[in-house]
């Protein structure tokens, strides 16, 4: 077992304080970074950097980064720790911050987007994420099932923005797929 495979497996005991994803979620959504063959990850909602550290694994062999977000001071040195321990400190940048002010500063294009933070600021993620996500990029929002009744705004317009065809899949706590036209 690698020092990754080990690292995952330990952090998937502390899943359930850290509001991470299954597995079955992480696999699916590495499957798809290495099939789109994506360079660019931007992750709204770090936590302690399970699925960070999946998105670092996918697009290692083409010598992508990850731009991952946290606004928790806390969670964000627990997964500055997690990258070094995976060998990933150079593939993983962490900005620490509100989401909603952080997003503005970005640069894309990015290929996929995941957002897993404040579910009632989905809607303000995906306006933001919209133009910094490349044409066929993904945008990928979490909990859709669990959690649909904090994020209304976002479930409604991810299926009527003129620049996404959204799909629901029942995977895990539920994740809406978002293809950029």
């Not at 995976?86 to 987007?113: H, R």
Request: with cysteine; aromatic share 8%.
């Amino acid at each position: 077992m690698s020092n990754l495979d080990s690292l995952l497996v330990e952090l998937e005991a502390t899943a359930e304080a850290f509001w991470n994803i299954s597995r079955e979620n992480a696999v699916f959504l590495s499957s798809l970074l290495k099939a789109m063959g994506a360079k660019r990850v931007l992750e709204v909602g770090t936590s302690n950097g399970y699925s960070t550290l999946w998105f670092a694994e996918a697009v290692q062999q083409s010598g992508g980064e990850v731009v991952t977000l946290e606004f928790d001071a806390g969670r964000a040195a627990i997964a500055r720790e997690n990258f070094s321990k995976a060998g990933f400190s150079e593939t993983i940048t962490l900005i620490e911050g509100d989401a909603c002010q952080t997003l503005k500063t970005l640069t894309g294009p990015f290929d996929f987007v995941f957002l897993d933070a404040e579910k009632p600021e989905y809607a303000t993620y995906l306006r933001l994420a919209v133009p910094l996500t490349r044409t066929n990029g993904l945008i990928i929002g979490d909990d859709t099932i669990s959690m649909a009744d904090q994020m209304p705004e976002y479930l409604t317009l991810a299926f009527a923005h003129p620049e996404l065809e959204s799909v629901a899949v029942p995977i895990d706590d539920g994740i809406v797929l978002s293809r950029k036209r």
